[in-house]
């Protein structure tokens, strides 16, 4: 909930009516609306979505709107690729085929790091922009199954790079008459709208405080202000000198460790809210991403002064 709530508030910070897809409505409602409806009267609903995988799932939830952002890609841990990969690729094919059906102007993918490489630590190498992670795929399908999270992490990214891979086919293959941006983020962590109701990297962050390592899944490379990879995803739906891009919610370098100490730093509470044994994990990932942090920090300057011209909303 805390990347899906700051996209939808930065939405309607921006003047713009939001339409939210939730699988049970009356179990989002109460606590979404108290967190929205209040300040952004009748600006915003949930629609139901059960089955994203169902034929015409998104047709309903997407007839007249303008603008589509697909932050729904299910995270399924299992070994088995054949059970990761068909749901992922099928929910964004699907919400493609709504998007043109109904008519929508601009649509944006949020993908994942994942999608582009998964963690190689102390490698020195250079990210680009056309990068996808074609070793987890490799491993997903070549390598046998077993439990373990090496191996659902390596399903999942390859899930992630498959993806992506299909989506920006289906767009080549397809010439739709919409805008197709994806944003790609790391690690994400900052602001929770609500504490009760957080995304994984939020769990995951408090059970690094706390060394609870088998609470954290993989390492982590890059990281990004929660805000900032949000204005990204608004920014990809509504600046129109955005067109089929690939753009990359990267800012920082670190560890879990780092992390560890930036807590224990900056926090009143620091001391008692870290705890346990740093990781025993060495290293840190060294890949050069300069170019495409300044192309994003580019984009959310522009946002910015777009949103200032029009009195702070764009119509």
């Not at 690729?89 to 582009?116: C, D, F, P, Q």
């Not at 001391?271 to 580019?298: H, N, P, Y």
Request: charged residues 25%; contains cysteine; proline residues 4%.
């Amino acid at each position: 909930m805390a990347t899906w709530g700051l996209r939808l508030e930065k939405l309607l910070q921006a003047g713009f009516f939001v339409r939210g897809t939730v699988r049970d409505v009356e179990e989002n409602r109460q606590w979404m609306y108290n967190l929205f409806d209040t300040k952004w009267p009748n600006m915003f609903e949930l629609v139901h979505v059960s089955d994203f995988e169902a034929e015409g799932a998104f047709d309903e939830a997407f007839e007249g709107a303008k603008g589509v952002i697909n932050v729904s890609t299910p995270i399924i841990l299992n070994p088995d690729p054949a059970k990761v990969v068909e749901p992922v690729i099928k929910g964004t094919i699907n919400s493609l085929e709504a998007v043109a059906h109904a008519g929508v102007k601009r649509y944006v993918l949020s993908s994942s790091s994942k999608a582009v490489e998964s963690t190689n630590y102390n490698h020195p190498h250079h990210i680009t922009s056309s990068m996808l992670n074609y070793e987890a795929i490799r491993e997903a399908c070549c390598e046998p199954n077993f439990d373990g999270l090496d191996r659902f992490m390596e399903v999942y990214s390859a899930s992630r790079a498959l993806a992506e891979l299909a989506f920006w086919s289906w767009v080549g293959t397809n010439q739709p008459p919409f805008v197709a941006n994806c944003v790609v983020p790391d690690g994400q962590f900052g602001r929770a709208l609500d504490p009760e109701n957080t995304a994984s990297t939020f769990r995951m962050l408090k059970g690094a405080a706390e060394g609870e390592w088998d609470k954290v899944f993989g390492q982590v490379a890059y990281y990004t202000d929660v805000q900032d990879a949000a204005r990204l995803l608004v920014a990809a739906v509504a600046l129109p000198s955005l067109v089929n891009e690939r753009i990359f919610a990267y800012c920082h370098n670190l560890t879990w460790n780092e992390l560890r100490y930036k807590i224990r730093l900056i926090s009143p509470k620091g001391e008692k809210l870290v705890k346990g044994e740093d990781q025993t994990v060495k290293g840190r990932d060294v890949f050069s991403v300069d170019g495409l942090i300044k192309r994003a920090e580019c984009l959310a300057r522009d946002w910015s002064a777009r949103l200032c011209e029009r009195g702070g909303y764009l119509k």
